[in-house]
């Protein structure tokens, strides 16, 4: 078939829109995710949780040196698992939330590894939608994911680059 393409502008032109797919495609494989390890997040109950950094700081493609997530007062607790590398510490905030503190110990964390913070929950008593902003430092960035996940609109694309961790905590 022929679109009156030369052969040379062709394959500029299907190098330009795998490069722009590309493009657009790529901040959204990074973000920190709730895993929830195959059981629903109950109401009243306790489980496990795994908070997931996919990869280092988008800018400029650092390692990773630390992992804060701020956990709100409306959650229940949350207890850091051990971490082979990781120091973790808990910090009760003003506002009745936690705030929880991995750190590196030793080299930081390539860009390209994946992180895995498993964590125990008790969930809150009221089912609904929860979130869990994260801060994510390196030597020179920092990636906050905190942005709420709403539909795309005109001037807004969906997921977000930085996309809210959240979990759905339901009745049994």
């Not at 022929?2 to 797919?21: D, E, P």
């Not at 390692?63 to 607790?77: C, D, P, R």
């Not at 929880?100 to 809150?124: D, H, M, N």
Request: net charge positive; aromatic share 8%; with cysteine.
């Amino acid at each position: 078939m022929n679109f009156g393409f030369g052969t040379r502008s062709a394959t500029i032109l299907v190098a330009l829109v795998a490069g722009s797919l590309l493009a657009v495609g790529t901040p959204a494989q990074g973000h920190a995710i709730i895993e929830l390890n195959g059981k629903d997040a109950v109401a009243g109950a306790t489980s496990p949780m795994t908070l997931e950094i996919q990869h280092g700081c988008i800018d400029g493609a650092q390692e990773t040196l630390q992992v804060q997530a701020f956990i709100g007062k409306s959650w229940g607790s949350v207890i850091p698992k051990p971490v082979t590398g990781w120091n973790a510490a808990i910090t009760k905030q003003r506002n009745g939330g936690s705030l929880i503190t991995w750190s590196k110990q030793g080299a930081p964390a390539p860009f390209g590894t994946p992180l895995y913070f498993p964590l125990e929950v008790s969930w809150p008593k009221k089912s609904g939608t929860y979130g869990m902003s994260v801060l994510q430092i390196c030597p020179s960035s920092s990636t906050f994911w905190n942005e709420p996940f709403t539909p795309a609109t005109a001037n807004k694309p969906s997921p977000p680059l930085t996309p809210l961790p959240q979990v759905q905590v339901k009745v049994s």
